[in-house]
């Protein structure tokens, strides 16, 4: 049972001040504490759980720049085998196809049962990556699970997962799906475990693989914002909209106060 | 028969010892002067016992009992030898007959509370047996030494037809029954003979099945326990036990906290082997009273049970990969988050049984594997990417400072050093406290830990404080956005790694600012500078500055009369942890007009409220927090106001009166806030100062 987890380093802006750079192109990233994507942390306790009850190999892998090589340490720590860094300055400005279509070429000849996502991921939050990967490598999909098992026995390939997802109306079903296959991991699938400090120091020896644009076989014009069919134009803060009101004040004082619109407007 | 008895007793207590030579170290041999006074006092003293009024009594005299008789059982083992060596003399003889006499009594107060008043403390909600059979068993046993010796005097009495009168009135007794039964039923001297023989041997035979029996149950104790005193804690019951006594570098062990019996150290484990099944600490604990899945004589039991099973008397060791783990089935992982780390047990346990640094052992493996409750995992990336568990942004935590300058440069006020501040613009500054720079020097660094910086309800005892300060005239700074969490709850939490971050991290700032004293309104920040940090200067508590000032007629006070009655909750980590119980009580006696009570439970035997910072995070299952329980019990002292000195006591507190909707009639303040509100107008007084 070899599983490859792709995961992302994203910005934690709870707390943060939103200040966007001039030119609408990014946000001020100096208040923003870094650290894995929230949905990926599930997806690498899954594979790791999976591992530990079936055996095999689970292999980390990133797209990003050098700092984001802390995902994979932390990966590591939790329990993945192998880690792979797929970093080059090139690949800056990539759209979701941009960057599936980096992480399906270092995908590509590795040999895997399973291949698990994110379901989205917590900054732009665009729930593709794991679609187009598995598009890009003609694999079935199964997006935002809620359980997953394995067939066991078959070891390597021909092997089914057993996948709990959810789907639209807030019904789940639980489908079969051959392997090697994409899943998706919503959060709550499981209760990814603490990754102390400790832990993260134990395997700072440990070896990274990095790989760029050259060494996955893609070409410059194919990579980075050089490929990218999706252009960011403008990054705002939507404006306060006509009608749209911000109370002040202490708690009591806004409760009391939205009590008494609520009141007045008849939404009570 | 002796031989036999002896060789058994020392195969036993050999076997016994087994996993202690399989242990981890501990380092106990140091201040044999100290260790030894509390061998006297707490053991041969049983200093520790009279909290429990009659328990207590009863106790020291059998104790006592044991200790006089302990000549005559040996000297009546030394008669089977050589005739007439149990004769001491008529003194001793009266003295051991009349300690029968007191023992009996104190055996059969002790069964009629076993049997009859059962108080609650004896049985434990999460035992799965009693241990009433065991206790009357050894009553008994202790009842008919008394009894086998009476008659073995008694019956030599009547044979020398003598009269032991009231010197001797056990035996005296027991000779005038034997003499009415030899009057009545004409019986002969052989038989009284025969009586005589057998007292001598049952007396014998008893106590040495006695003292094989000793180390199967919980009445090792009568074994263990001076030992367990003897080479009990003697560092502040603050300071934690380091992850190895052996390796100093953290991340260079190969193995971190306790996952199986062995890792404990050796003394640890004869604690387990001295656990008198009391249930004192228990009864004091604050996660058993509020119905948690903890008990902690419950984990000295289960772990007693587990170390005879895995070590037992006869058949091999059993491996640790073929037990059931140590830290999740044989103690429940739920049971060790449950703990507060309070200290009550501890200072409860009449034999010294260390709790605190064996729950944060075990936490520290189950962190090292990664097993943590979910609801702590947010705070605790927080610490480590934040320096606080709110995941609050790291710069503004000297902004509470900023707020207290901007109010003070509107009132026109400055805070005393503000202007020694180099370059241009002054510090940031506000009342008596301003931000120190890299560089800078004040007399007083105010540590305020992540609480006072960040949680809007403490900054306002942390204003309040600064206002004293104000009053004192002292030059008082922070350390600003360069301090970070103390790191208290994180290592005893079990997160041993990041707590040496944070440190290191606190240290260098403070290398980084020059001042003499520390002062903290946060208890848990108190024992992490003393006795987590190490750090040499004096580190005070905001309430000991506070008793210091009033002390010397800095702090003028005026009267608080309301008419409503204060009592004072006992913070775990300043009062058991830290020894200070007198400050805080002399500030609310220095404040004219306002009437306090006690608690019942006060001082070393105070309550917890529920544990501080991240326990914020992690509330156990219970039936009744803790909190309203405190409550529960200030009301009962007929107080409405609680004064404390934590500011995890006052957000645990204050909780609590909203759950128990007590908002009417019940309050909760810092002694700070108190203090500042007592004080003279501050414009008042600075005019009065300059003018
Ligand atoms: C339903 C839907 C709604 C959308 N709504 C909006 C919108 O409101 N506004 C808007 O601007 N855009 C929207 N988008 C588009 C989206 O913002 C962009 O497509 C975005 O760039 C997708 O990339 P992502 O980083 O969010 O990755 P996602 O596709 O969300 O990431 C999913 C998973 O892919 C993997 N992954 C992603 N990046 C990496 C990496 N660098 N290295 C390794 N693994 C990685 C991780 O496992 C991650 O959890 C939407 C898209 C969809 C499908
Ligand atoms: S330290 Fe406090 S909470 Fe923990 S076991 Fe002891 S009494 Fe109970
Ligand atoms: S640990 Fe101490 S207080 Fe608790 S039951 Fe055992 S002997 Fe009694």
Known sequence: MNIIVCIKRVADTSEAEIVIQRGGQGLEEEDFAWGINEWDNFAVEAAVQLKEQHGGVVTAMTLGGEDDEEVLRRALAMGCDEAVHLCDEAFAGADAWGIAKALAAAVRGRSYDLLLCGAVSGDAGGGQVGGFLAGLLDLPLVALATCLEVGSGNGGTGGVARVRHEVESGLERVVEVDLPAVVTVQTGINEPRYVSIRGIRKVAGAEVQVLDGAALGLQAAELGSAGARVRLEELFLPPRGEGAEVLEGSDEEIVQRLVEMLHQRGGL | MLALALATLVWVLWQRLALLRAAAPSPRWDHLGERLRRLLVIGFGQSRQPRYRVAGIVHILIFGGFLVLSLRSMTLIGEAFSAGYADLGSGYAAVKDWTGVVVLGACAVAAWRRVVVRPARYHDRHARSSHTPEALLILALICSLMLADAAYEGSALVLEGKGGGWRMPLASLLAWVFGAVQQTGGAEQPLLGGIHLAAFWIHNAVLLFFLCLLPLGKHFHVLSALPNVFFSK????????????????????????????????????????????????????????????????????????????????????????????????????????????????????????????????????????????????????????????????????????????????????????????????????????????????????????????????????????????????????????????????????????????????????????KFSRIVTSDPHALNALRHDYGVELPVLHHSQWIAESVASGELNMQGIDD?????????????????????????????????????ERCAGRSFCCGGGSLSLFNEPECERRMGEIRLDMAAAAGAQVVVTACPFCLINLEDAIKTSGRDEHMEVVDLAELVAQSLAPQSAAMESESA
């Open chain 2, 234 to 513: 003697l560092e502040p019951s603050g300071k934690l036990k380091p992850p190895s006594h052996l390796e100093a570098d953290f991340d260079a062990l190969e193995v971190v906290g306790v996952s199986k019996l062995e890792d404990l150290g050796w003394k640890e484990l004869l604690d387990v082997y001295s656990c008198t099944d009391c249930g004192r600490c228990s009864d004091h604990c604050p996660a058993y009273a509020a119905g948690t899945a903890l008990s902690p004589r419950m984990l000295s039991i289960k772990m007693r049970e587990a170390a005879y099973a895995h070590y037992p008397l006869r058949g091999k060791v059993v491996p640790p990969e073929q037990r059931p783990a140590l830290v999740g089935e044989t103690i429940g992982t739920a049971e060790l988050w449950a703990c507060t780390t309070c200290g009550a047990c501890e200072e409860a346990c009449p034999v010294m049984i260390e709790y605190v640094d064996k729950v944060v052992d075990m936490r520290r493996h189950l962190v090292d594997d990664g097993r943590l409750p979910a609801s702590l995992q947010k705070p605790l990336a927080a610490l480590e990417k934040r320096g606080n568990p709110y995941g609050k942004m790291a710069r503004k935590r000297g902004d509470w400072v900023d707020g207290l300058a901007a109010e003070a440069s509107a009132n026109g006020n400055r805070a005393v050093g503000s202007d020694r501040s180099e370059g241009g613009d002054p510090a940031p500054c506000g009342k008596g406290v301003r931000i120190l720079a890299p560089g800078d020097t004040a007399e007083v660094l105010y540590f305020t830990d992540s609480c006072a910086a960040f949680d809007p309800r403490i900054q306002r005892t942390a204003v309040a404080f600064a206002e004293i300060l104000l009053h004192c005239g002292a030059d008082v700074g922070t350390l600003g956005k360069d301090e970070v969490d103390s790191g208290h709850e994180a290592r005893r939490f079990g997160e041993e790694g990041l707590f040496l971050a944070l440190r290191e991290q606190n240290l260098l700032a403070m290398e980084q600012r």
């Open chain 2, 563 to 599: 008419g409503r009655t204060y009592t004072y909750h006992d913070p775990c980590y300043l009062g058991r942890h830290n020894g200070e119980y007198q400050a805080p009580r002399q500030i609310l006696a220095a404040i004219p007009g306002l009437r306090s009570v006690e608690m």
